[in-house]
């Protein structure tokens, strides 16, 4: 439990605003849940439900976190361009790469780079954005299509569960980090 406290005590230093914090593990954790789930999901080729009360209690369990995946998403997002900017999280966009520059000759150097604006933390949490709309927007249109019956749902879902690699990725790449500077700065947060 020493190392809970300490991993706290180390998310605390990194997120000061208590808001932005609890959103941020809300996420994080919706977004867990939600792979996990996800592999109890059984459907047809066809893109129907197995019959069986479990997949239908795992797919409405899936709408609900996704739906309050999407609620927390938005969130995020509004909290990001209200304190922050777009520039922050896309300096790239702008032809700024200035401080991602610095970053990147810092991990060349064998260093990790703290967090700060326009750096590879904050892009990466962008990108990270970025890649929860696109995965929210193909269930959206899954779960329409699914509803009306569509005969188009099923590619919806196959185009959904594609783009689930992105924040699965997103999921190891970042986690990674944060547990990686976490362990190397770990003697702070005891």
Known sequence: ????????????????????????????????????????????????????????????????????????????????????????????????????????????????PEPREQGLGNIIQGLGIGALILIEVAALLWLVLWLNNSPYANDAREIHKSLTGLIEAYLIGHGGMAVLHFLIERKRFN
Do not use: C, E
């Open 1 to 112: 439990m020493p190392l809970l406290r300490s991993f706290w005590r180390y998310i605390s230093y990194y997120f000061p605003n208590v808001g932005l914090r609890h959103l941020h593990t809300t996420l994080a954790g919706l977004i867990i849940l939600q792979i996990l789930n996800s592999n109890l999901l059984h459907m047809t080729h066809a893109g129907a439900v197995k019959a069986g009360m479990f997949n239908t209690l795992f797919l409405w369990l899936h709408i609900i976190l996704g739906s309050l995946t999407i609620i927390a998403t938005l969130g995020m997002i509004i909290f990001m361009l209200t304190k922050q900017s777009f520039r922050q999280f896309f300096p790239y966009l702008f032809g700024d790469n200035t401080v991602l520059k610095d970053d990147l000759k810092q991990i060349i150097k064998g260093k990790l």
